[in-house]
């Protein structure tokens, strides 16, 4: 169910959507299968655990200084003591490969637009797009803005990488035995990529959206359906026509973003209390980012110990550091702010004067014609001959689709042209702060994505930072704007003048996503947030007045009370009592605590009822505006519209409110009978709402499906379309400042990506039940969870 679509924020991987589409094995179980394909599938099962990473022993690596110890705990979890900073950093790239290595191979391509060279020619408009976003700025600038020493670290890492591909590149994990093709060595830009950060960038998709709105019912009506938060007017440039500016002024940026790219997502949570709110007298820190749910996970854990570095946590298995987690003195977690950091510019297009014999194209910005920037590139493409592309640019970014008929162009402006905005790469700045002075100084760093940064230390202070580069603008940025020089960025917010807090009052810090501007903040970050709920729920507990525990952290994030169906439902029952309706759907929702339990019956009907709720209310008042509006709407409007209706139900506003709900009740429970047979009794909410794990290329591969409480305004944000669970936590950090080893953390399916591991899907049902595993951080605590002990030492180079 949507609440307001976060600006593209949290897709994960996306592997899984080129390879093999979900819709494909909706319905499959491996038991359907014939005996052959099971023969097939033990086949490959055999195959893929012979060519497994090497877990225990040594091995003998060239490029390394001096020995290094990897203790991998019970839970898979990679704690690696090295005595130099390089040789860290080195083993963390070759161990993450070990567990990751063909996830992370796929992320590079993706990065590098070179899919195509793996599935065909349905990934080259995707390769296309990732080569127009390639950074192209001052080297220099780019590396000395994550940390001083970040090139060294990143080298140190891709060379980890590197050895490891060098290991087993005549025996790779199976699934690029799958694809026909070999892991090749990384460059040390790999992890510079910008393409994984553009989807947890805004607000690109919601201009175009809001502008085929504002065409269909005007501008006044677009902003009433739609409205800002803060509230403010829409601002259309005068002048620039929007007819014709939908999803496909964006070209090849939808394939980028994948299908994939209209589904609302719920965001993530983080919090932080004081000791004066704790049994210990000393902070709790919580954090549950949310991604897609996938198979590999996109999070991976690990604990670096060097010269200068004790830091633990999750991160992505192809950058260096860890992205939320702690060291000695400091914890800190991350959710999206949602800073709007792209812009559509609508270009006018022409052909140059005066430039010679030759017909060039250019644009016209600032009272003149300029020339278009054009690169020519190559995609080789499997089983096709190599496609040879065009990348177009103005001054304001790249070219992603064209309106030849009206002679102008889309560009996309983002602030990944800046130099400092790879995603998480200044994680290597904040691993290492000590204080919250140091903290700010690392936060001033983090440029992309946008995060709300939550920091606790040990000496009992505990801040918050909305961190982020933020482009300063005269105008709302909900709208595309021509290019013509009239709407420029005038730099970004400075550093100081990003929302942030240490030591509050009350000793409570929150953020959900939601809307964290403070009373009387004079800038414009945003215009879109999540819904208010999952953060109002969390600051109810957390002001309850009670002396916190882990424990109770590990509760709340498991928390699936509805805020939003608390004041709905209660509109519904008594129009259900009038219309003397009865039936186990009727009497579930008539004794219903609002928590969506996944073994209850009443979660499903209130999921199915307020989908159609959604359209038999806002339907009628968008009219043709609704193609833009059905995936567009907003649940904090609905329940304002529905428990306050306007005259916009009819003369008596009550009464035509009451009709409209009854209508959408059946709607639902038609629906619902459709889909899960008429017995309502027997319906659940977790039979529907699962989380899949299906891997990209084989079912002998998949994992059991895990059926799910809460949906995507509930603390345990558990939102998806099609009532299955698509995105949420799939990593989830406690951490206990009094104590380090008393912190917990749950991830899943588990921190190997390669089919066979034990450490493939150990930690699903952990996860799917609420269960935690320990973050043990202490040399004894670590040596007593030892699972698996690898020595890496020095060898001589080979010659290739």
Sequence with gaps: MPSRRLPAALLALALPLLVRPPAATAQRSPLDAPRSTLRSRSALLDSAKARLAQLDGTIRVPGLDSAVEVRRDRWGVPHIYAKTQHDLFFAQGFVAAQDRLWQM?????????????????????????????KYRGPMDAEWASYAPD????????????????????????????????????????????????????????SEVARARLVTLV??????ALWPADPARALDPPPGLDLAGVDERALGAALEAYGPVAYARLEGSNNWVVSGAKTATGKPLLANDPHRTIAL??????????????????????????????????????????????????????????????????????????????????????????????????????????????????????????????????????????????SFQEAAARWKLPTENLVYADVDGNIGWVAAGLAPVR??????????????????????????????????????????????????????????????????????????????????????ELS?????????????????????????????????????????????????????????????????????????QTLVRLVTTPDAAFGPDPALGRD????????????????????????WRWGAAHRARFRHPLAAAFDLEDAPRGGDGNTVNATGGRDLLQTHGAS????????????????????????????????LLPLWRDGRYFPLVYSRPAVERATAHLLTLEPAPATRP
Excluded at 659 to 682: E, H, S, Y
Aim: proline letters at 7%.
């Design 218 to 223: 005007g501008k006044e009506k677009a902003a």
């Design 296 to 437: 590999p996970s996109l999070r991976y854990l690990t604990h670096l110990v060097g010269p200068g570095w004790n830091v633990i946590g999750a991160g992505e298995p192809a950058l260096p550091g860890v992205a939320a987690g702690h060291n000695e003195r400091v914890g800190f977690g991350f959710t999206i702010v949602g800073i709007d950091q792209q812009d559509v510019y609508v270009e006018k297009i022409g052909t140059c004067e005066g430039r010679g014999p030759r017909v060039a194209r250019c644009y016209y910005a600032g009272g003149e014609w300029k020339p278009i920037r054009v690169i020519i590139d190559t995609i080789h493409v499997k089983n096709d001959a190599p496609w040879v592309v065009r990348l177009e640019f103005t001054e304001h970014g790249p070219i992603v689709g064209e309106d030849s008929a009206r002679g102008r162009a889309f560009v996309l402006r983002f602030v990944g042209s800046e130099p400092g905005t790879a995603g998480y790469l200044a994680s290597l700045s904040l691993n290492r702060a000590r204080d919250w002075a």
């Design 150 to 205: 970040a090139r060294q670290i990143v080298t140190a890492f891709v060379d980890g990488v590197n050895a490891y591909v060098a290991q087993v590149r005549a025996r790779p994990p199976i699934e690029f035995t799958m694809l026909g093709v070999t892991p090749e060595p990384w460059s040390y830009d790999v992890p510079l990529q910008r393409m994984a950060a553009l989807a947890m960038t805004g607000n690109a998709l």
């Design 731 to 762: 990593f989830r950090e406690i951490l206990d400042l009094a104590d380090w080893d008393n912190s917990v953390a749950t991830s899943t399916p588990g921190q190997s990506g390669q089919p066979g591991s034990p450490h493939y899907g150990d």
């Design 563 to 635: 805020v939003p169906a608390s004041r709905l439902v209660p509109v519904l029952a008594p129009v259900l009592a009038r219309a003397a309706r009865s039936g186990p759907a009727v009497r579930a929702l008539a004794g219903w605590d609002y928590v969506m339990r996944r073994d209850s019956l009443a979660p499903l009907v209130y999921e199915a009822w307020v989908d159609a709720l959604a359209r038999r209310v806002f339907e009628p008042r968008a009219g043709a505006g609704w193609e833009v509006l059905d995936s567009e709407w907003d649940l």
């Design 105 to 133: 191979d796929m992320w590079r391509r993706i990065g590098e637009g070179r899919v195509a060279e793996v599935v065909g020619a349905k990934a080259v408009a995707r390769d296309r797009f990732a080569r127009l976003l």
């Design 659 to 682: 009709r409209v709900v009854l209508l959408a009740f059946d709607d639902a429970l038609g629906a619902l009978q459709r889909r899960f047979g008429p017995d309502q009794a027997a």
């Design 474 to 559: 005269h105008w709302s940025g909900m709208l595309p704007v021509p290019g013509d020089g009239r709407y420029e960025w005038r730099g970004f917010l400075p550093f100081a003048e990003l929302p942030q807090a240490h030591n509050p009052a009350g000793g409570v810090i929150v953020t959900a996503n939601n809307n964290i501007l403070p009373p009387g903040y004079p800038h414009a970050l945003n215009y879109e947030w999540a819904s208010p709920y999952r953060a109002a729920r969390i600051k109810q507990v957390l002001d309850s007045g009670a002396k916190f525990t882990a424990a109770d952290f590990m509760r709340l994030q498991h928390d």
